[in-house]
T-cell receptor, first 111, second 112 residues
Framework: GQQLNQSPQSMFIQEGEDVSMNCTSSSIFNTWLWYKQEPGEGPVLLIALYKAGELTSNGRLTAQFGITRKDSFLNISASIPSDVGIYFCAGLAGSNYKLTFGKGTLLTVNP | EPEVTQTPSHQVTQMGQEVILRCVPISNHLYFYWYRQILGQKVEFLVSFYNNEISEKSEIFDDQFSVERPDGSNFTLKIRSTKLEDSAMYFC??????????FGPGTRLTVT
């Protein structure tokens, strides 16, 4: 089946730093989504990307849909303590409805 | 802001028992989904539902699982005879189109 390789697995940064995480796949995805999950809660949609090469921002978050359609990255600028959580990439491929999720990047922000 | 809701938040059941997990999707959404997340692992797709029928299901979604939209607002996942390995967080999601899927807070299912 399709798999998404997400890196890094975890990051420890200081408040105010920028952070970058990415997802790669051996197969093509038509839509990339980035979610954030906090303990005991469901994933919250942050950004959706629909076209190869697309760069989209949501506040301090910026994400790009790779030109090969096999990768995506998420940047968070000027991190704050409430950015703490697990960030998941997820992709939709072909005409199916199922999201394939990466394993997540655990972000810790030290104040 | 509209959101997906799920009940109960935590369900404890004995192995072999039937459980029904309930979800109220966002009201104007047409596509509904169930995912599960075993503790510490990634989120896994179970099933998608559109126009009152299953549109896709994963290999996890075997004969022990079923979904139903019993009325205009609820969407349920039934596990007929729970196994220990069914213990997980179960997330309901919905989308207007099949792209931006919005997730509920989840039901933690513990099978003892």
């Amino acid at each position: 089946g399709q798999q998404l390789n997400q890196s890094p697995q975890s990051m420890f940064i200081q408040e105010g730093e920028d952070v970058s995480m990415n997802c790669t796949s051996s197969s093509i995805f038509n839509t990339w989504l980035w979610y954030k999950q906090e303990p005991g809660e469901g994933p919250v949609l942050l950004i959706a990307l629909y076209k190869a090469g697309e760069l989209t921002s949501n506040g301090r978050l910026t994400a790009q849909f790779g030109i090969t359609r096999k990768d995506s990255f998420l940047n968070i600028s000027a991190s704050i303590p409430s950015d703490v959580g697990i960030y998941f990439c997820a992709g939709l491929a072909g005409s199916n409805y199922k999201l394939t999720f990466g394993k997540g990047t655990l972000l810790t922000v030290n104040p | 802001e509209p959101e997906v809701t799920q009940t109960p938040s935590h369900q404890v059941t004995q192995m072999g028992q039937e459980v029904i997990l309930r979800c109220v999707p966002i009201s104007n959404h047409l596509y509904f989904y169930w995912y599960r997340q075993i503790l510490g692992q990634k989120v896994e797709f179970l099933v998608s539902f559109y126009n009152n029928e299953i549109s896709e299901k994963s290999e996890i979604f075997d004969d022990q699982f079923s979904v139903e939209r019993p009325d205009g607002s609820n969407f349920t996942l039934k596990i007929r005879s729970t196994k220990l390995e069914d213990s997980a967080m179960y997330f309901c999601a919905s989308s207007e189109l099949s792209y931006e899927q919005y997730f509920g807070p989840g039901t933690r299912l513990t099978v003892t």
